[in-house]
């Protein structure tokens, strides 16, 4: 069974610019979360998909965005790129089920931002 | 008071004791809870999970839960220097007829050889 895929795994952007990560989670799994981790910082919660709804948020501005596909595909996209949205972006993966809802992991973009 | 909360760290055990890593969470009505270890530049790794009062047990790795205290811990047994990572904690609560997961900022453990 494929783990939960990200594309691209490392890229480069200048400062204004914009960026688009992918995410295919584990089949099967209809929730798709993106998380934010900075060095030395924990993951820091961005937003949460299910069945193509975002149902949960964290406190990012809006330049953040993201979208989930009918196939349970997921997209983030950042705009007006800042030096401090380098980072490693996660996504993460789960079937979404009231209960036992184990998440899994990617393994994540690096963006930097120059 | 963060909802779920670790010690930073780093915690220095030597090769081959006990390491304890604990956390403590807010909501009482938290359900399950995970641990996942995070290898610098890596991704999170799930390592184990537990929903029921007790010690749950997978190889050198415990979970320990008791929901009276808030409190969850991972016992890791014959510590290795290659168990040197950021152990993640992370809390399942209901909300809104779904799980919300909240992680606690990591405890860094270093195993020294």
């Known amino acids: 069974k494929a783990g939960v895929t990200q594309t691209p795994r490392y890229l480069i952007k200048t400062r204004g610019q914009q960026v688009t990560l992918s995410c295919s989670p584990i089949s099967g799994h209809r929730s798709v979360s993106w998380y934010q981790q900075t060095p030395g910082q924990g993951l820091q919660f961005l937003f949460e998909?299910?069945?193509?709804?975002?149902?949960n948020k964290g406190n990012f501005p809006g330049r953040f965005s993201g979208r989930q596909f009918s196939n349970s595909r997921s997209e983030m996209n950042v705009s007006t790129l800042e030096l401090g949205d380098s980072a490693l972006y996660l996504c993460a993966s789960s079937l979404g089920d009231p209960v036992g809802n184990t998440i899994y992991f990617g393994e994540g973009s690096w963006l930097t931002v120059v | 008071q963060k909802e779920v909360e670790q010690n930073s760290g780093p915690l220095s055990v030597p090769e081959g004791a006990i390491a304890s890593l604990n956390c403590t969470y807010s909501d009482r009505g938290s359900q399950s809870f995970f641990w996942y270890r995070q290898y610098s530049g890596k991704s999170p790794e799930l390592i184990m999970f537990?929903?029921?009062?007790g010690d749950k047990e997978d190889g050198r790795f415990t979970a320990q839960l008791n929901k009276a205290s808030q409190y969850v811990s991972l016992l890791i047994r014959d510590s290795q220097p290659s168990d040197s990572a950021t152990y993640l904690c992370a809390v399942n609560t209901p909300s809104g007829g779904y799980q919300k997961v909240t992680f606690g900022t990591g405890t860094k453990l270093q195993v020294i050889p």
């Open positions: 998909y299910f069945s193509e709804t975002q149902r």
């Open positions: 537990i929903y029921s009062n």
